[in-house]
């Protein structure tokens, strides 16, 4: 495990990246040396090489400390990793000769610099992945070049295979992953796909719905059957209505999901998806959205104490995800959550900002925005929570990242 100095002397936060199947192919992970004199890489290697399991998304993993990165390159590769160095080191060969010396001992290298210079520039002589910043001007091109016969087709030359960071629109995207083969997309364009669907509320997750009939088919746990549910934002919202709605006595006080399965029972849930599965969203462009709020309300969750009752870790995951349901279903969030019975603190915290769930919100919040990671210690600080802590959370949660709905252990991760 990571030694307390180094979990305490360094910020840690996180970005995801998508395929062009909508789902996550990496996770950028960003160290920030908070007390650089107290840091070693070594450490922070070791630990990700003794913990990070197969089945976890590739990591990137993105130092803000070129005495650090450097540190990093001479320690021992970890399997499933990529260590990410700017341009300038690529370009000196002095750096050059280090950076391919790390390469043939088995680090794999990626490196951040933008489309106009990776043209221009010459090859670095062994294999690199390329993270690419497209200028307003390179992606206005390409907005153009999508209604121009023949030169949508040569996607303007782009390199396959890399990863682009800073896709501000929809169409950018899908041109991306769909047509110029990108390898991923540092983060998500969440605001332009969502206004596409402004006029009307965001529906089911079909994916997360064919899953859920297949477990229920599969005569699958109860345990099972909610991390499932657990993926869809707007289907565990619907569900908390549909058990506390008329149809069912009326107003049951159930503000559990796990109480509102047992309350359905799975042949009653299995019949009242299969009624929704028509008029699910068809909008693949959504998964990021979605998955995104899942990742930060798995983070809030891995923020309690180790040990904490399922009951709890449950409250404090529908807490944080509700925290931003109203992105998906255009309405108030006083007004989407006043018609449940929810558990107070839940209001506090997502209404109020305050309570004891509050200051989870805020920790996971303040890590899913890297470019603020010089303020997490102080957002730390005024929550009562270690940098320890937010870091070991932040690490377990994305090496669950993608199992964590998977025929597994039974409890809550």
Not at 260 to 280: I, N, T
Request: hydrophobic share 45%; with cysteine; net charge negative.
């Amino acid at each position: 495990m990571l030694s307390h100095t180094v979990l305490d002397s360094l910020a840690l936060g996180y970005e995801p990246v998508w395929n062009r199947e909508r789902q996550l192919a990496a996770v950028r992970l960003c160290v920030h040396p908070i007390h650089a004199a107290a840091v070693d890489a070594a450490h922070l290697m070791q630990a990700l090489g003794d913990d990070w399991p197969e089945s976890a998304p590739v990591l990137v993993i993105a130092i803000d400390s070129p005495r650090l990165l450097q540190q990093a390159l001479s320690c021992a590769p970890v399997h499933n990793t990529w260590l990410e160095a700017p341009a300038a080191p690529f370009e000196a060969p002095e750096t050059l000769a280090a950076l391919s010396v790390a390469n043939r001992r088995g680090h794999r290298l990626v490196r951040r610099t933008d489309l106009q210079t990776l043209r221009q520039g010459p090859s670095v002589g062994f294999d690199v992945r390329n993270l690419l910043q497209l200028s307003p001007q390179e992606a206005t091109e390409l907005l153009q070049a999508q209604s121009t016969p023949g030169l949508h087709q040569r996607s303007q030359g782009l390199p396959p295979a890399q990863l682009y960071q800073g896709v501000q629109t929809q169409t950018l995207a899908r041109h991306l992953l769909d047509d110029a083969g990108a390898w991923g997309l540092l983060g998500w364009p969440d605001a332009d796909v969502l206004l596409a669907h402004r006029h009307h509320p965001v529906s089911c997750d079909p994916r997360v719905i064919r899953q859920i009939l297949q477990a229920i088919n599969d005569d699958c746990s109860l345990e099972r059957l909610e991390r499932l549910v657990r993926q869809d934002p707007v289907l565990v919202y619907r569900i908390l209505l549909l058990v506390n709605s008329a149809a069912y006595g009326g107003r049951h006080e159930i503000g559990s999901l796990r109480h509102a399965l047992m309350m359905l029972g799975f042949r009653e849930l299995g019949r009242w998806l299969f009624e929704q599965a028509p008029g699910s969203e068809t909008d693949n462009d959504l998964q990021p959205v979605r998955a995104a709020m899942v990742m930060r309300a798995r983070l809030a969750q891995h923020l309690l104490a180790t040990g904490s009752e399922d009951n709890l870790r449950l409250e404090v995951y529908t807490t944080a995800l509700f925290a931003q349901l109203d992105k998906l279903l255009h309405a108030p969030l006083a007004e989407l959550l006043h018609k449940l019975p929810l558990s107070g603190r839940l209001y506090d915290a997502v209404l109020r900002h305050d309570g004891p769930y509050h200051p989870l919100l805020d920790v996971a919040r303040a890590q899913g925005e890297p470019n603020q990671l010089h303020r997490l210690s102080a957002v730390c600080d005024r929550n009562d929570v270690s940098l320890e802590q937010a870091n070991r959370a932040l690490i377990r949660m994305l090496a669950t990242s993608r199992d964590h709905a998977g025929v597994r252990s039974e409890r809550m991760v």
